[in-house]
């Protein structure tokens, strides 16, 4: 079920159900008008027609005792490879003037493969490496110019792999250019373990995300400007967030999916997404989503919008391209263009909607597959939200009417009634 939820239309349909055919291929493309896009809670009826299979997980091996470092320079951070438990500090920015770059993290380290990622297990060739085990606190230094070229390996980045006994936090990545086959991401290929205040800028190439390639563990308070380009699972932040759980956490880059599963915040979601956002243009083909290209599997959604630009083939939304889990308090307010199965929300959706609206004044479009359309001044009316009867609201939204520059955290939603749309409370 889709609840408590409004953003804008697409040109043919704010949802679109889970029903083959519903909307044909056709040559002409629609493009969703500004407006605002239903937010909701969705329950499963049945898999969208994007799936994606879980990556496998290696055995952790005990790698031993192991030294803390203070790190400096690049053969310092290298020195990590040998220190896998270890608890590590950066004392110190580092870039391409600090010593040891060119012969370990820049364009010709390594006969041009450049940095070698800490830790990794390789689940295509089923080599078993050891996996980063300790902590990193980057002491909000910053890591510049890391230069990785690796495009037939996985698990990339500044780390391969990360167990789940692994914390990783207050480390910026700035200007990173970073090449993988998949599980590829600006700080972490694969994590099992926690990342936390923690952002990437860049460019990221290869079946990932700006921050992390696949995630099955927790990212808290981090983000990603990063732009990223790959075939399947390409998300802003996170390319696959697998049984993960994301929160208060961002993206802003640009995100480019040629196959399946591009999102601003996270390709495909299998977890759960929670108080976050995406300010990314997604570009992709099919299963394109402002927030998530495809939610799926029990994967939660929660308190969360995108405001990006969607452009795609086939089931592409301002918030999910494809939906078979939960939606809840949550919105889009960017333009949606594509071919079939097009929705302001969601493209594609295989749950019930409820308590869910869109802006008919902004999208031009007076019927749905879902939600309940009304107009921009309806859309800032209190009453809207709390008594009104329409049609799929059952139940009085949480939220309350505030003055401006004022916020009342109790509530989920607040409302300047009569001047604002809602808003998440956490957003003020």
């Known amino acids: ?31 969703a008008r500004a407006g605002l896009i239903l937010i909701v809670t969705v329950m499963l009826v049945g898999m969208a027609g994007c799936p994606v299979r879980p990556g496998p997980f290696p055995p952790i091996p005990n790698p031993g005792p192991s030294l803390d470092l203070n790190i400096r320079t690049w053969h310092d951070l290298d020195a990590i490879r040998d220190n896998l438990a270890g608890h590590h500090r950066l004392m110190n920015s580092l870039n391409a003037t600090t010593p040891g770059y060119e012969e370990i993290a820049g364009p010709t380290a390594d006969g ?9 297990w390789d689940p295509y060739d089923h080599n078993l490496y050891l996996a980063f085990s300790g902590t990193f606190d980057g002491r909000g230094h910053v890591i510049e110019d890391l230069f990785i070229d690796r495009p037939d390996r996985s698990e990339v980045g500044l780390f391969g792999y990360v167990a789940e006994v692994a914390t990783i936090t207050n480390v910026v990545m700035v200007n990173v250019t970073v090449t993988g086959r998949s599980w590829v991401g600006g700080i972490v290929g694969g994590n099992a373990g926690t990342v936390s205040n923690s952002g990437s800028s860049g460019t990221v190439t290869g079946g990932g995300g700006g921050l992390i390639g696949n995630n099955t563990g927790i990212v808290t308070d981090s983000w990603s400007s990063a ?21 208060r956490s961002h993206s802003a880059g640009d995100v480019t999916g040629n196959h399946i599963d591009a999102g601003g915040l996270v390709g495909a979601n299998w977890g759960t997404i929670r108080a976050s956002y995406s300010n990314s243009t997604v570009t992709g083909a099919r299963c394109v989503g402002g927030l998530v290209g495809e939610n799926a599997r029990g994967g939660i959604v929660s308190d969360s919008y995108a405001t990006g630009s969607v452009t795609g083939n086939d089931r592409v939304g301002g918030l999910s391209g494809a939906n078979t889990a939960t939606v809840e308090n949550s919105y889009s307010t960017g333009s949606v263009t594509g071919d079939s199965m097009i929705g302001g929300l969601v493209g594609e959706n295989g749950w019930a909607v409820s308590n869910s609206f869109w802006n008919t004044t902004t999208s031009g479009e007076v019927t749905s597959d879902g939600g309940t359309g009304i107009t921009t001044a309806e859309m800032q009316t209190m009453a809207t939200f709390t008594d009104r009867a329409t049609e799929g609201l059952n139940e009085p939204w949480d939220i309350i009417a505030v003055g401006q520059g004022e ?7 607040n409302i300047v009634d009569g001047e604002t749309f809602p808003l998440l409370s956490w957003q003020f």
Request: proline share 4%; net charge positive; charged share 20%.
């Open 1 to 31: 079920m889709i609840r408590r939820a409004f953003g804008r239309a697409s040109d043919r349909a704010m949802l679109r159900p889970h029903v083959k055919n519903t909307i044909s291929s056709r040559s002409a493309r629609y493009t």
């Open 112 to 120: 041009g493969k450049g940095w070698n990622p800490l830790g990794n």
């Open 227 to 247: 732009s990223v380009t790959g075939s399947s699972r390409v998300g802003g932040l996170v390319g696959f967030n697998d049984g993960g759980n994301i929160t």
């Open 407 to 413: 916020v009342n955290p109790i509530y989920t939603w």
